[in-house]
């Protein structure tokens, strides 16, 4: 009687190590596109890719960097793009799509046009790929957009290192309070910590918001108070700016520019 088979192994995961030992098993840590360098982004993803899919990556890389020219009406890297979740598996498809845009040193023109054009994983690919590829604000539309949307996969890539170096207090302040609204967690939200100290303005909000819940009859989250805990009320003082007032009002209705 044979024995069990074996489950068969994610499009580009590496092989389980052979008896000698000579292939190694993939790292454990997962890959996080948006803050990782990314030199050891291309070491860890090479690792991590059994042979066929690393020979694809490595030849997709190569065409971005070197013939970014076109298949009919398309750039052959943006082929690429949609092929890395079936050639690299879904698990390592963001940061395969990460290294391509930078390989074809993507512009703000090329990632607009991908995220538009693109599937939700490749909107997702370019949120990631923004704090390697546009040093200034210029495409705040796309975290915008993304914030706008309930899927949770695109917030939790547009709350990354981009949103914390160039969203104003206002947008972020809704950012952080859209990742309550869909159950993201806000451990993604980079820099939180620093961006919500003493920031008296989102305490208000906050508190806003877990009374309705309560008031509803629903569990407040609990990263709501994880975040309050960041924020030390105590020595906060709200900012009394129109637009913050603003803020607070719009937290009271968050879907009202979703739909």
């Not at 090329?110 to 693109?118: F, K």
């Amino acid at each position: 009687m044979s024995g069990p088979e074996a489950a068969p192994r994610p499009p580009g995961a590496s092989a389980a190590p052979a008896a000698d030992g000579t292939t190694p098993a993939a790292p454990a840590t997962p890959l996080h596109p948006a803050v990782t360098p990314l030199a050891e982004l291309h070491r860890s993803l090479s690792a991590r890719l059994d042979t066929a899919a690393r020979a694809w990556l490595d030849q997709a890389l190569d065409e971005a960097a070197g013939r970014p020219g076109t298949h009919g009406p398309i750039s052959v890297w943006e082929l690429r793009l949609a092929e890395a979740g079936r050639r690299c598996g879904p698990a390592h498809a963001d940061a395969a799509r990460v290294l391509i845009l930078h390989a074809a040193r993507a512009d703000l023109e090329a990632l607009t046009r991908v995220y538009h054009q693109g599937t939700a994983d490749e909107r997702r690919a370019v949120l990631h790929a923004l704090p390697h590829l546009v040093p200034g604000p210029e495409a705040r539309p796309l975290l915008e957009d993304a914030l706008r949307t309930n899927d949770t996969r695109l917030v939790s890539a547009a709350v990354g290192p981009y949103c914390a170096r160039h969203l104003d207090a206002h947008a972020w302040r809704h950012a952080v309070l859209k990742c309550l609204f869909t159950g993201v967690d806000v451990d993604r939200v980079t820099d939180l910590p620093r961006r919500a100290r003493g920031d008296g303005e989102l305490a208000r909000m906050l508190g806003d918001y877990a009374d309705e819940r309560t008031a509803a009859g629903r569990p407040v989250p609990e990263d709501l108070h994880r975040v309050q805990a960041l924020i030390r009320p105590e020595s906060a003082t709200p900012t009394p700016a129109t637009d913050d007032h603003r803020d607070a009002r719009d937290a009271r209705h968050p879907h009202g520019k979703e739909s």
